[in-house]
Nanobody
Framework: QVQLVESGGRLVQAGGSLRLSCTAS????????MGWFRQPPGKEREFVAA????????VYADSVKGRFAISRDNTKNTVYLQMNSLQPEDTAVYFC????????????????????WGQGTQVTVSS
């Protein structure tokens, strides 16, 4: 069994920055691609970013490219999401998830192969 716990979400003004953290326990964190998703109010959950096992490869949604950065520390079983230049449209509940496929699989941006999810952390960006 895997437990994922996100933290770091809060209210921030537009243009500000936040760093989200997600710590894993249970299954071998360092063997899995990790991802971040978000669910804006009244909308479906959407892909944000993913990072390979080694951390050498990343992929981002177009809406966050150049503003957000995903990273990981395998010694701490933690994946991070650094969010800069935040905008009101970034307001959402942010979830981390553990991918059960291979990073090069194009489905890495879809929920279907993410087998474990955290409870989410709320990010609110005020204008």
């Amino acid at each position: 069994q895997v437990q994922l716990v996100e933290s770091g979400g809060r209210l921030v003004q537009a243009g500000g920055s936040l760093r989200l953290s997600c710590t894993a326990s249970g299954r071998t964190f360092r063997s899995h691609t990790m991802g971040w998703f978000r669910q804006p109010p009244g909308k479906e959950r959407e892909f944000v970013a993913a990072i390979s096992v080694s951390g050498d490869s990343t992929v981002y949604a177009d809406s966050v490219k150049g503003r957000f950065a995903i990273s990981r520390d395998n010694t701490k079983n933690t994946v991070y999401l650094q969010m800069n230049s935040l905008q009101p449209e970034d307001t959402a509940v942010y979830f981390c998830a553990m991918y059960l496929g291979f990073f090069n699989d194009e489905r890495r941006t879809r929920e279907e192969l993410y087998g474990y999810w955290g409870q989410g952390t709320q990010v609110t960006v005020s204008s």
